[in-house]
């Protein structure tokens, strides 16, 4: 089977799905557009086009900084997928985490209903999550109900194609010494015996411990 595939994978380039926007209206445009909607959801203001007081005007230039930053940055698209199928999830009532790791810095995400989490109101940094002097992509860490996540992969599945679609899995390592004190914690092993037999062994990683 390996012999007969021939696959050449391009690196150095992102390959994500993309979003269609609405006919006539760019993504930049559109994303731009869905943004100042939630400003005025989350924030209150009526007219993001003329702020009308200084906590408006620092509302409006944290978000228009984000939004050139992603722009700059080439993740436009990026935002626009992952709100679409977060939105999608809200419209059934497919509970969502309000979202954890460097994303809670982003207002756009706030805006968007992407995180939960006002990222002004914990004075949290957008540059964690996406900095223009060291670009790499930005990566949400969003969670669903595990009994109705697989309908939002279905979602996406449908929508952007099976091709773009895969779920990954993350494997853990442990050291010699952690593996012999979570042994004995299992087995009942007092620790003062346990934690004897494991500084026996070399603290260099890559050791290898035969119980």
């Known amino acids: 089977i390996a012999e007969r595939c021939h696959v050449e994978i391009e690196l150095g380039r992102l ?26 959801k989350r924030y209150g203001i009526h007219d993001p086009q003329h702020p009308a007081d200084d906590r408006e005007r620092a509302i409006m230039k944290r978000l228009n900084y984000e939004l050139d930053v992603i722009d700059r940055t080439g993740f436009v ?4 997928v992952v709100w679409d199928f977060i939105r999608y999830a809200l419209d059934r009532g497919i509970p969502v985490g309000p979202g954890r790791g460097s994303g809670g810095g982003s207002v ?17 940094i957008f540059e964690r999550f996406l900095n223009p002097e060291r670009v790499s992509p930005p990566d949400f860490d969003i969670d669903f109900c595990q009994f109705r996540r697989g309908e939002v992969i279905e979602y996406v599945k449908n929508k952007y194609g099976r091709s773009h679609v895969a779920q990954i899995i993350t494997f853990g390592t442990m050291l010699a010494r952690a593996v012999i004190r979570d042994v004995g914690r299992v087995m009942s092993v007092p620790y003062a015996e346990v934690d004897k037999i494991a500084k026996l062994v070399p603290a260099e990683p890559g050791t290898v411990v035969t119980l």
């Open 15 to 40: 390959h994500f799905p993309k979003y269609e926007s609405p006919p006539g209206v760019s993504q930049k445009q559109y994303l731009y557009d869905i943004a100042c909607a939630g400003i005025r």
């Open 77 to 80: 698209n990026y935002f626009l």
């Open 108 to 124: 756009v995400a706030y805006a968007l209903e992407i995180i939960d989490i006002d990222p002004l109101r914990y004075n949290l």
